[in-house]
């Protein structure tokens, strides 16, 4: 058995499944875990499956998150291929965190609605 590092596009994969999952334990948000995604034909149809097109402030917020979320996957990966560096899913996630605490405090207040403490944690 094959116990050495996982190849770079496998790696990836596997981050963009667990980053969504570990993002959605920190907020609270269902929607976000992959366990909880359909199969869907196109991006614009899970965006919609997650988040919904409710305007409920969770609703709003969650969509606020995937975006953020899909934005991050998508730097994280053009670093690994420009620039042949990644960072573990924990970084990310803290990065993550940080970041949605930026949004929150720059007036996404749908997000902060499901960010725990965005100021002070």
Not at 50 to 58: F, I, L, N, R
Not at 92 to 106: N, P
Request: charged content about 20%.
């Amino acid at each position: 058995m094959y116990h050495g590092p996982l190849p770079k596009k496998t790696a990836a994969a596997l981050a963009a499944v667990t980053l969504p999952k570990k993002v959605s334990s920190f907020v609270g948000s269902p929607g976000l875990d992959p366990t909880n995604w359909n199969a869907t034909a196109t991006l614009m149809d899970w965006f919609h499956g997650m988040a919904g097109d409710s305007g409920s402030t969770m609703a709003a917020g969650s969509r606020s998150l995937a975006i953020l979320v899909t934005w991050f996957i998508w730097k994280e990966h053009s670093a690994r291929v420009f620039n042949n560096t990644e960072k573990t899913v924990a970084r990310s996630v803290e990065e993550i965190k940080d970041e949605a605490r930026l949004w929150c405090q720059a007036g996404a207040k749908h997000l902060a609605a499901l960010v725990v403490n965005p100021s002070s944690e």
